[in-house]
T-cell receptor, first 111, second 118 residues
């Protein structure tokens, strides 16, 4: 059973701080890694994807991938109250299109 | 990314009835999927909607309960049959890849259908 694990949170950070969200996965053959943001009552929105080891930056977001440790993370710099949401980690593996989702981490950014 | 719409956005249904959810995309896409998100839970893949052929169902989901159609590259339907309160959930379609374009793995979700079964 392929699994994706996330701490459910909530992770509470003050406005302006760096929020660090973590995800581990069980399938060593996984190739693609995604972070979705989901506001309450809304559908998931893709915010980052990463395919290679290392860091990938997009604005205030940085995705980090370590395949040896089977670990992927999302850093949000200068966190804003509008970043308060649930962040879902998703992984696909030997099948290029199936996504396996983690349970999500709820992030609260305190003004 | 493609613009995805779903109808209805929400519905309240009686036990034993069926509901068909529509997913429409403004571009021809390679892959279409149906997910379920139960209250407070993450997303679970129900099936992959295959154009012109039977859908591919994940473990725990069967065609009799969740018949799926995909008549073309822009449209799919999911029916939730013989509903019970346990089927109360958000149902989401997602798409991946523009038909004829380069392959990529990112999936994008529709706005979802919130179903309540009484």
């Amino acid at each position: 059973q392929k699994e994706v694990e996330q701490n459910s949170g909530p992770l509470s950070v003050p406005e302006g701080a760096i929020a660090s969200l973590n995800c581990t996965y069980s399938d060593r053959g996984s190739q693609s890694f995604f972070w979705y943001r989901q506001y309450s009552g809304k559908s998931p929105e893709l915010i980052m994807f990463i395919y290679s080891n290392g860091d990938k930056e997009d604005g205030r977001f940085t995705a980090q991938l370590n395949k040896a440790s089977q670990y992927v993370s999302l850093l949000i710099r200068d966190s804003q109250p509008s970043d308060s949401a649930t962040y879902l980690c998703a992984v696909n593996g030997d099948s290029s299109y199936k996504l396996i989702f983690g349970s999500g981490t709820r992030l609260l950014v305190r003004p | 990314s493609a613009v995805i719409s779903q109808k209805p956005s929400r519905d309240i249904c009686q036990r034993g009835t069926s509901l068909t959810i529509q997913c429409q995309v403004d571009s021809q896409v390679t892959m279409m999927f149906w997910y379920r998100q139960q209250p407070g839970q993450s997303l679970t893949l129900i099936a992959t909607a295959n154009q012109g052929s039977e859908a591919t169902y994940e473990s725990g989901f069967v065609i009799d309960k969740f018949p799926i159609s995909r008549p073309n590259l822009t449209f799919s339907t999911l029916t939730v049959s013989n509903m019970s309160p346990e089927d109360s959930s958000i149902y989401l379609c997602s798409v991946q890849g523009l038909a004829g374009g380069p392959p990529y793995n990112e999936q994008f979700f529709g706005p979802g259908t919130r179903l309540t079964v009484l």
